[in-house]
């Protein structure tokens, strides 16, 4: 499939108090669940990150061209550097992310700027498409200080698909890890 896959990984990690990527679940860095999804997608895999040390998982990191937006910074990043007409964001807090899911969300995606999962009437833009001639408006819009994802979204000709029936699937989709006690509440 000709798309880029992008993964958001080079947040602060605030909540988290350690560097989300690296930290393990399982026993492996919680990023890699990612990955390995993601090459199942597309060979044309890159990491939304500030981090020098994302280098060691072998793809590019693409750094934020305006720093400390957080993720509407690193969608920007996205939109500018990207070569392909859509683009995959996905978080890398998300190690039950499966490719069926994000092969429906590609599916959906077609003649829409974005498309998200929408989960109980919230969009969950850090799994989505994001066409390539979003990055103008994107951009115009967070240097006037736009930094909530919906309210970005919505300047788009978006569609939303529904989130409850991509977890039908998939219950733990949507699962995210903010917390070293989030993680331990999954076992590990």
């Not at 958001?8 to 492996?28: P, V």
């Not at 964001?89 to 998300?94: A, F, Q, Y």
């Not at 599916?107 to 700027?113: F, Q």
Request: net charge negative; glycine share 6%.
């Amino acid at each position: 499939m000709d798309v880029n896959i992008y993964i958001l990984a080079g947040g602060k990690s605030s909540r988290m108090g350690t560097d989300k990527a690296t930290t393990l679940f399982h026993g492996r860095p919680m990023i890699q669940y990612v990955l390995d999804v993601a090459t199942l997608i597309s060979p044309n895999i890159f990491i939304l990150s500030n981090h020098e040390s994302h280098a060691q998982f072998g793809f590019e990191c693409i750094k934020d061209v305006i720093k400390d937006i957080g993720p509407a910074g690193g969608i920007d990043a996205m939109l500018q550097h990207s070569n392909r007409e859509k683009n995959i964001l996905v978080s890398c807090d998300m190690p039950f992310l499966d490719d069926l899911s994000i092969q429906k969300i590609i599916t959906a995606s077609k003649n829409y700027d974005i498309t998200v999962p929408l989960l109980n009437n919230y969009p969950e833009a850090l799994i989505g498409v994001y066409h390539q001639t979003c990055k103008e408006i994107w951009r115009n819009e967070i240097i006037k200080g736009e930094r909530k994802l919906s309210t970005l979204i919505s300047k788009f000709n978006a569609h939303f698909i529904n989130g409850n029936e991509l977890q039908k699937q998939n219950p733990l989709l949507f699962s995210n890890f903010n917390s070293i006690k989030d993680i331990e509440e999954h076992g590990q």
